[in-house]
Nanobody
Framework: QAQLVESGGGLVQAGDSLRLSCAASGRTFSNYAMGWFRQAPGKEREFVAGISSTGSNTGAADSVKGRFTISRDNAKNTMYLQMNSLKPEDTAVYYC???????????????????WGQGTQVTVSS
């Protein structure tokens, strides 16, 4: 059983930056593709960014491209989401997720992920 714990959320103003972290334990982190998802009030959870097990392949939703950067440090069993130029519409609970995959893919479909964190709130005021 893998455990994922997000941190780094908070209340910021539009234009500010935040870095989210997702610390993993209980499994070999480098065997898992990882992803960030978010859910705003009244909306469905959506893909934000994904990264392959080695970090060689990444992708992001169009809404965050150029502003958010996903990365991982397998030596620290941690994944990150650097969020710059935050907008009020980025307000949501952010979740990290893990899928067993030692290949070079990342995944946009939340249904294929095996493990989820509890989420961290990001609130961007205008």
């Amino acid at each position: 059983q893998a455990q994922l714990v997000e941190s780094g959320g908070g209340l910021v103003q539009a234009g500010d930056s935040l870095r989210l972290s997702c610390a993993a334990s209980g499994r070999t982190f480098s065997n898992y593709a990882m992803g960030w998802f978010r859910q705003a009030p009244g909306k469905e959870r959506e893909f934000v960014a994904g990264i392959s097990s080695t970090g060689s392949n990444t992708g992001a939703a169009d809404s965050v491209k150029g502003r958010f950067t996903i990365s991982r440090d397998n030596a620290k069993n941690t994944m990150y989401l650097q969020m710059n130029s935050l907008k009020p519409e980025d307000t949501a609970v952010y979740y990290c997720a893990a899928r067993f995959s030692s290949g070079g893919s990342y995944y946009r479909n939340q249904n294929v992920y095996n493990y989820w964190g509890q989420g961290t709130q990001v609130t961007v005021s205008s």
